[in-house]
């Protein structure tokens, strides 16, 4: 967050010198930008400077952060069909099944499927391409690029689904939840 969006705002400024009017240009710079993101970048700045004057590196906070109106919106997950048409659609694709089912049934987050090592599960039907479970024909790691194509591009629009990683870790705590799990146990 700093280096991407607060550095590049206020380069060299002092802390103290920031004015609420830098705040509101930072906000139209980044109009493109998701309004959580933009909201990240303003909580960031907001503890640095609270920080600062907690410090004492400066004597006050110079100036008003206020968040953007973020819209609200519902985690989408697949319901129990959904989810066995993606299966059944990832079949044909043994990366494409793997992540579906590492997502959907184990909870994982994309980076934590690209970091899964055969040395991590329990009984490997181990392939010899590479340490990884999930890599190319080479054994070189899938990017998390790669990853998105075959479910978003492929998988899903066989299965006639809505596309996303992150949708099979909101499927697996949602179906846990309908199967009556505990929320602390889902957490």
Same mark, same amino acid.
């Given at each position: 967050?700093?280096?991407?969006?607060?550095?590049?705002?206020?380069?060299?400024?002092?802390?103290?010198?920031?004015?609420? %009017?830098?705040?509101?240009?930072?906000?139209?710079?980044?109009?493109?930008?998701?309004?959580?993101?933009?909201?990240?970048?303003?909580?960031t700045?907001?503890?640095?400077?609270?920080?600062?004057?907690?410090?004492?590196?400066?004597?006050?906070?110079?100036?008003?952060?206020?968040?953007?109106?973020a819209?609200?919106? /519902?985690?989408?997950f697949?319901?129990?069909?959904?989810?066995?048409?993606?299966?059944?659609?990832?079949?044909?694709?043994?990366?494409?099944?793997?992540?579906?089912?590492?997502?959907?049934?184990?909870?994982?987050?994309?980076? /934590?499927m690209?970091?899964? %090592?055969?040395?991590? *599960?329990?009984?490997?039907?181990?392939?010899?391409?590479?340490?990884?479970?999930?890599c190319?024909?080479?054994?070189?790691?899938?990017?998390? /690029?790669?990853?998105?194509?075959? *479910?978003?591009?492929?998988?899903?629009? &066989?299965?006639? *689904?809505?596309?996303?990683?992150?949708?099979? &870790?909101?499927?697996?705590?949602?179906?846990?939840?309908? &199967?009556?799990?505990?929320? &602390?146990?889902?957490?």
């Amino acid at each position: 967050m700093f280096r991407v969006h607060l550095a590049k705002a206020f380069g060299d400024t002092r802390l103290d010198a920031i004015t609420t %009017e830098d705040v509101h240009r930072l906000k139209a710079v980044a109009h493109g930008a998701r309004a959580e993101t933009v909201n990240n970048a303003l909580t960031t700045l907001s503890v640095v400077l609270k920080t600062a004057a907690e410090w004492g590196v400066i004597d006050r906070v110079p100036c008003a952060i206020k968040l953007l109106k973020a819209p609200t919106s /519902e985690a989408s997950f697949y319901d129990f069909d959904e989810f066995e048409r993606l299966v059944g659609a990832a079949r044909s694709e043994a990366p494409a099944l793997l992540v579906v089912l590492l997502g959907g049934e184990a909870g994982l987050r994309c980076g /934590e499927m690209m970091a899964l %090592e055969w040395t991590d *599960v329990d009984r490997p039907a181990r392939h010899l391409r590479g340490p990884r479970v999930l890599c190319d024909g080479a054994g070189k790691p899938l990017t998390q /690029e790669v990853i998105q194509v075959l *479910v978003r591009r492929r998988t899903a629009r &066989r299965a006639n *689904v809505k596309p996303g990683i992150h949708i099979l &870790r909101h499927t697996f705590c949602s179906h846990l939840a309908m &199967r009556g799990a505990p929320a &602390r146990a889902i957490q």
